[in-house]
């Protein structure tokens, strides 16, 4: 398990050197002001680098007791110039969801719409995200094997953008908090995991197992619940993304 977890810590730390990112990027994350630059020319694996060395001190502080030093990097990453652009890049292009829009139709398909979305979430990151304001994710029906429809709803772009540098920024943390037997949605763990874990448990002795599900899972969860899990920094901005998938 300690493999898998360590799996994550080093998924982007290839080669050695240093971590000075190339110009035009900022050397600083907290520095907002971007100069002209091109898209095309940003030497991406730098980037993946310097975000994933935050990453790395945000999965280490907690496990050293050091809360407070998790917190201070949590809140550099998530208005880390690197990371919106790489949000940005992402979402737009390396996601399977890049041409689908949100509620306001808008799709960053192309290198000039890029750099505006990119410019206008760092504008935002400036204050903390206090201007930003979630809007309504699209309500879209996809089909269910029993002949039935599964409502998904699809944020805007900008949205989308803004809860990856967010992810980004917390998963490190909370991962390093977790119990080591849950597998789902966690970097690094796959069925193939739970499957082991399982065989292990079971394989010397019959055990009961039981096979839960809940009905209309996201729309009867407890949302207070949940946000009370999370640093109180993040739950007005968590909030938001809640409300925004209830019609």
């Known amino acids: 398990m300690i493999d898998k977890q360590m799996e994550f810590i080093t998924k982007f730390n290839?080669?050695?050197?240093?971590?000075?990112?190339p110009l035009p990027i900022p050397e600083r994350p907290s520095d907002?002001?971007?100069p002209n630059w091109d898209w095309r020319k940003l030497m991406w694996r730098k980037i993946e680098k310097r975000v994933f060395n935050l990453q790395k001190r945000i999965y280490f502080a907690p496990k050293a007791g050091q809360e407070k030093k998790a917190k201070s990097l949590m809140k550099l990453l998530s208005r880390s110039t690197c990371g919106i652009i790489l949000g940005v890049r992402r979402i737009t292009q390396d996601n399977q969801g890049k041409r689908s829009a949100?509620?306001?139709?808008?799709?960053?398909?192309?290198?000039?719409?890029?750099?505006?979305?990119a410019k206008c979430i760092i504008d935002k990151a400036r204050d903390g995200f206090h201007s930003y304001r979630a809007q309504p994710a699209k309500?879209?029906?996809?089909?269910?094997?029993?002949?039935?429809?599964?409502?998904l709803g699809i944020p805007t772009q900008e949205d989308r953008v803004i809860q990856y540098v967010v992810k980004t920024a917390l998963e490190p943390h909370y991962e390093a908090l977790f119990e080591p037997c849950s597998y789902g949605f966690r970097p690094a763990m796959s069925t193939n995991d739970a499957i082991e874990a399982?065989?292990?448990?079971?394989?010397?002795?019959?055990?009961?197992?039981l096979d839960a599900d809940i009905k209309g899972c996201f729309d009867n969860i407890n949302h207070d619940f949940i946000l009370e899990q999370i640093d109180a920094k993040w739950q007005p901005l968590i909030r938001q993304w809640l409300t925004s998938y209830q019609f």
């Open 32 to 34: 907002y002001t971007m």
């Open 198 to 209: 399982i065989w292990n448990a079971t394989r010397l002795k019959p055990k009961w197992v």
């Open 139 to 151: 309500r879209k029906y996809i089909p269910k094997a029993n002949g039935k429809q599964r409502p």
């Open 102 to 117: 949100g509620i306001d139709g808008i799709k960053a398909d192309s290198v000039a719409k890029r750099e505006r979305l």
């Open 14 to 21: 290839a080669g050695a050197g240093s971590d000075v990112l």
